[in-house]
């Protein structure tokens, strides 16, 4: 008998060496997380401080202390300014270093994604898991989270991987897989917990806890805990890990579990446009495979008509309503992963089993879904981005960079209906659901490119990169730098110097030692200092003018860089 050395040329790495396919489909992912990510400045304040942390502790060391200079803050997000610390040694004192990890965590979710609609024996590289990783990688809300150096990108990766943990561990396995795959869900929320907060170790085992009550089936959930190695990892490293933050920093466990939620803050109202925003090109197709997967009442659901895909729905509801509770945008995209499951595996499934019926008239789940994204997606592009400009001044100067994205959203609509068009003919019909699904994720990862545009434009606007750069090189160790109304922590980032903070509105978590409450400490600092710098913006007067000569050093992105010397 002849062996049949295809499986398990599909199923190791050798194959991704031996086709080209995916090298180039991989190396095109990563030219787009990768694109642009150090040209461009930072956002403030969210990068600011997210940047000036890790650089001040790889500078001064306090490595449990977080601080921007000596101004001390308070933050959950430890491990992620380890891991930029460990970056910003690694490739220098730069934008890049800072956003590698988030880059990095993006492709993570897509490679989560597939371990989740993997099944064990399966082919490597077949259909299902390019289209998982297409939606993923794709997925707008997925992007952007991957493009900002915070947590919430390493977070949604960590949460990705506990997810695809569990979906493994509840497939009928074998006991020793099951276990291993119990080790990965444990060591995954703990790596959570240590990058972003307990949220990572308490919200995963509550989604499935929840699901495991909803359904009766608590089968996962008892593999998952029973294993006690497993269990070890997450409860004796959080104890060490807080252990750890007593002994060096007692006011982050404070900070840690007192933190109260945001209850419908203002945020919070958009995070409904903010999901659906972040579901481009794909919200269509979401909503089909969502109602495909739901069981229609709780005795079906109970009576066994919950199918493993429902999970990836609890999940991304569990997830979502923390976000809209907590008013954190950004933490919506802990929801990508499991929705790219769910839509890449209905994707899968109509694909094969559509075929065109006797009927002419017959409309298949495919085309259902085809039209039912373009139907979303055009009222979603004309309404959704004036809605999110305005939420987000930022976006103004970026608004035209907006509108070549619109236009391959609109090719992406257009190629997916033409190729989901009715034909009696079958051998046409597959022909043209190959091309739906071959072609359509080619443009839907190409919409990423003018996106990428989005950002880089934004951040040039709101970023002081060019302030901040002259700063380096002008001051020297006895110039004083103050800001006057504003809090730009990347200041700090760019010049590695301290500054003083005049008038200006403190940022959650974030207690200055610089801050001087009114303009007369401002003029004698003025006086008194043989050079200062005042960071001011364009169309802002102080109270009362400066006592000296003023010259100004720079002007940009609304600012002016003030100073008592000219040289």
Known sequence: MQKDDSKKGHSSLRFLFSNKKPLLFLGLLFYLYFRGIGDHGLLDPIEGVNASIPLTMLARGGYFLPRVGDTICAGKALGTWWLSSISLALFGWGEFSVRFWPALAGLGMAL????????????????????????????????????????????????????????????????????????????????????????????????????????????????????????????????????????ENPMLLRFMFFESPKFLAPNGKLVLTFLLMGTIPWPGFLLRAVWEVTPRSLATLRAGGATPEFFLVVWAFFFGLFALLMGDLLALGACVPALATLIGGAFDRWLEADAPGDSPTEVSPLQIAVALNIVILVPLILAGIPLIVKAFPLLHGALLSLVPWGLFIMIFLFATWHYARRSRDFAVWSQ?????????????????????????????????????????????????????????????????????????????GVASRGLIRSDTALHNTWSQKERAFLLIAQNQQPLSPLPQDVYSIKEANGMVLLSNRLN
């Open 112 to 247: 989560t994604a597939v371990l989740a609609v993997r099944q064990s024996g399966t082919p490597l590289w077949r259909r299902r898991t390019w289209l998982t990783v297409s939606v993923s990688a794709s997925m707008t809300l997925g992007f952007a989270v991957s493009q900002i150096a915070t947590s919430h990108a390493l977070y949604a990766c960590c949460m990705g991987l506990v997810m695809a943990a569990f979906v493994r561990v509840g497939q009928h396995t074998s006991e020793r897989e099951a276990r291993r795959w119990a080790v990965v869900a444990h060591a995954a929320s703990l790596a959570a917990f240590i990058i972003h907060g307990p949220e990572g170790l308490l919200l995963p085992w509550l989604a499935l806890l929840f699901f495991s009550a909803l359904t009766r089936r608590f089968g996962t959930l008892k593999a998952c805990v029973s294993w006690w190695p497993a269990a070890a990892i997450s409860l004796l490293g959080a104890v060490f890990y807080l252990f750890l933050q007593w002994l």
């Open 432 to 508: 043209q659901m190959a091309k739906l699904a071959r072609n359509g994720s080619v443009i839907v990862l190409l919409c990423l490119m003018p996106l990428a545009g989005v950002f880089d434009l934004a951040a040039e606007r709101g970023g002081l990169r060019d302030i901040g750069l002259t700063l380096r090189d002008a001051v020297k160790r006895e110039d004083t730098v103050m800001q006057y109304a504003v809090h730009r922590p990347s200041l700090y980032f760019y010049s590695l110097h301290n500054y003083i903070l005049v008038n200006s509105p403190q940022l959650p």
